[in-house]
T-cell receptor, first 115, second 109 residues
Framework: ETGVTQTPRHLVMGMTNKKSLKCEQHLGHNAMYWYKQSAKKPLELMFVYNFKEQTENNSVPSRFSPECPNSSHLFLHLHTLQPEDSALYLC??????????????FGEGSWLTVV | GQNIDQPTEMTATEGAIVQINCTYQTSGFNGLFWYQQHAGEAPTFLSYNVLDGLEEKGRFSSFLSRSKGYSYLLLKELQMKDSASYLCAVVDSNYQLIWGAGTKLIIKP
């Protein structure tokens, strides 16, 4: 239990579907992140929210749209995805300004398969 | 560009010692993390180094040499449960985390 909870853990969707990934952190952190993890590749940072404001969008296609209604919740809305978007999507949180260089705490991830 | 290099896969024997290396070239340096990730699970924090030297934490130790752009994670008295991927990440001058692709460690009896 890392204090960051993601749902669903597994998701299979067609290319025309619309679905959402949900993340909740119970650590009182002020920053939340979406990462994409593909096999044998480095973690790819997708979005960062500091104090509910999006501060980073690393050239992510518009078929991914994040939503951060408050500092504890983060969503990733998915629509018209492509098969190459199949990956593990990790949510994470941290306390900006923490001594240990913003130690990031990850959720267990949502395995996404696009068919 | 920014780059983190670590071996793709390593194999070691239960009870032995293994060293996982990480070399980096980044724009600035504000610390280096090691994370452990078991298959199908979240990455979990192992260590953070910002000053040169060795930091020991039980069976795990992490070493940093900033002048060489080099770190290693040392695992002693290996146990089967240590089979996992180990991720190296560097905090750059903009306080962004730059991740390596991870090293998959296989422990054999």
């Amino acid at each position: 239990e890392t204090g960051v909870t993601q749902t669903p853990r597994h998701l299979v969707m067609g290319m025309t579907n619309k679905k959402s990934l949900k993340c909740e952190q119970h650590l009182g952190h002020n920053a939340m992140y979406w990462y994409k993890q593909s096999a044998k590749k480095p973690l790819e940072l997708m979005f960062v929210y500091n104090f509910k404001e999006q501060t980073e969008n690393n050239s992510v296609p518009s078929r991914f749209s994040p939503e951060c209604p408050n500092s504890s919740h983060l969503f990733l809305h998915l629509h018209t995805l492509q098969p190459e978007d199949s990956a593990l999507y990790l949510c994470a949180s941290s306390q900006v300004g923490d001594r240990a260089g913003n130690t990031i705490y990850f959720g267990e991830g949502s395995w996404l398969t696009v068919v | 560009g920014q780059n983190i290099d670590q071996p793709t896969e390593m194999t070691a024997t239960e009870g032995a010692i293994v060293q996982i290396n990480c070399t980096y070239q980044t724009s600035g340096f504000n610390g280096l993390f090691w994370y452990q990730q078991h298959a199908g699970e979240a990455p979990t924090f192992l260590s953070y180094n910002v000053l040169d030297g060795l930091e020991e934490k039980g069976r795990f130790s992490s070493f940093l040499s900033r002048s060489k752009g080099y770190s290693y994670l040392l695992l002693k008295e290996l146990q089967m449960k240590d089979s996992a991927s180990y991720l190296c990440a560097v905090v750059d001058s903009n306080y962004q985390l730059i991740w390596g692709a991870g090293t998959k460690l296989i422990i054999k009896p």
